[in-house]
T-cell receptor, first 115, second 115 residues
């Protein structure tokens, strides 16, 4: 069964600190892995997309890593800001024909930044 | 360029009533996906549609749920005879640009409450 597990479930850190969120997956076949940010009451917004050949990808203060051998990914947030408070969701794509992707979603890590 | 639009944002229905959720994809997108997010759970795929065609409805309950994406107008997710267990956030995503065919952009969601 395809699964995406994230840890920790929730995390509270001080503004300005760094943090790392973890994602383990058992999705086969594997096409790509994405990290989304979901603010409360909003839809998910894509942060990064990585294929199996990419080890790391950055988007501003967000850096995602991927180890396709161990099926693990991490999202590192540098110099956190209050606006980073949100749920961060790891999503794995099982490949597709054009458009018809099978996405498996993790339950997310709820990150809270405190001043 | 307006993003994915969903309405209503909040919908309250009594048990046994019908719920209609609407999704207008981003301009130029011809692929629409519906997801359901139960409290404390990850998003779950329901159905994938292209204009006038249901491509994959493997995640949709067999009864009471239906979806369409007509040639003109928004995609509609219809839930007949709603029950308490249908209370959830329903997200629509769209994709389909030539440059980024696999990127799904999410709408803000419709929060359905069944009383």
């Amino acid at each position: 069964k395809n699964q995406v597990e994230q840890s920790p479930q929730s995390l509270i850190i001080l503004e300005g600190k760094n943090c790392t969120l973890q994602c383990n997956y058992t999705v086969s076949p594997f096409s790509n892995l994405r990290w989304y940010k979901q603010d409360t009451g909003r839809g998910p917004v894509s942060l990064t997309i990585m294929t199996f050949s990419e080890n790391t990808k950055s988007n501003g203060r967000y850096t995602a890593t991927l180890d396709a051998d161990t099926k693990q990914s991490s999202l590192h947030i540098t110099a956190s800001q209050l606006s980073d408070s949100a749920s961060y969701i790891c999503v794995v794509s099982g490949g597709s024909n054009f458009g018809n992707e099978k996405l498996t979603f993790g339950t997310g890590t709820r990150l809270t930044i405190i001043p | 360029n307006a993003g994915v639009m969903q309405n209503p944002r909040h919908l309250v229905r009594r048990r046994g009533q019908e719920a209609r959720l609407r999704c207008s994809p981003m301009k130029g997108h011809s692929h629409v996906y519906w997801y359901r997010q139960l409290p404390e759970e990850g998003l779950k795929f329901m159905v994938y549609l292209q204009k006038e065609n249901i491509i994959d409805e493997s995640g949709m309950p067999k009864e009471r749920f239906s979806a369409e994406f007509p040639k003109e107008g928004p995609s509609i997710l219809r839930i007949q005879q709603v029950v308490r267990g249908d209370s959830a956030a329903y997200f629509c995503a769209s994709s389909g640009t030539a440059s980024r065919p696999h990127e799904q952009y999410f709408g803000p969601g419709t929060r359905l409450t069944v009383t």
